[in-house]
């Protein structure tokens, strides 16, 4: 069975349903799980992913209506899962970091309300305040600080050398005001 007769199946529903998704699942399933994991993710997320393509594809096969190109249409919606997916564990580990910071912070504060905040310390939890806003920007970031390279950093996030290049820019320039305030400690 071809991807163009996998659709038409798809939309028709009941037992031509069920062999289009099993059609769908030896054409695709091992490719897009390894294009997963390629992308940084692990092998039962990647599974994750890829069920959840699956459903997105079944729940608007009727917006499809033979817009051409159906194979570039499964795997648009793969790529929008995946990052989708990185979204809400990078939403996730925000609001983890962001409870812990906040709890240590406390902490901290009771033992020795005197303390004066180290350099690390500033920019770390401007990172974490900035995480809250942008998780995407610190997601490309942290890649960067990691040492990736700029073009695995534009494979994991789906960008090109140069828009990566210019991306991670901005990143930079957007985390800015959130670690400015910094710099006075080192001049401390």
Request: charged share 25%.
């Amino acid at each position: 069975m071809t991807e163009e007769e996998i659709m038409p199946l798809i939309v028709a529903g009941g037992s031509d349903r069920e062999r289009a998704i099993r059609a769908f699942y030896e054409i695709y399933g091992s490719q897009m799980i390894r294009f997963f994991i390629y992308r940084g993710l692990k092998a039962e997320d990647a599974q994750d992913v890829f069920q959840e393509t699956l459903i997105k594809i079944i729940r608007h096969c009727d917006a499809y209506q033979d817009m051409g190109n159906t194979r570039a249409w499964f795997w648009q919606i793969a790529r929008n899962c995946h990052t989708d997916f990185l979204r809400k564990k990078l939403k996730t580990q925000a609001v983890e970091t962001q409870v812990e910071f906040l709890e240590d912070l406390s902490v901290s504060d009771s033992n020795n309300q005197s303390s004066h905040q180290s350099v690390d310390d500033c920019v770390n939890a401007g990172l974490e305040a900035f995480r809250g806003k942008e998780p995407e920007r610190v997601y490309a970031l942290s890649l960067q600080m990691n040492g990736l390279s700029i073009s695995e950093i534009g494979e994991r996030i789906g960008r090109t050398l140069s828009a990566t290049k210019e991306y991670l820019s901005q990143c930079r320039k957007k985390l800015q005001p959130f670690i400015s305030h910094c710099h006075e400690l080192l001049e401390a």
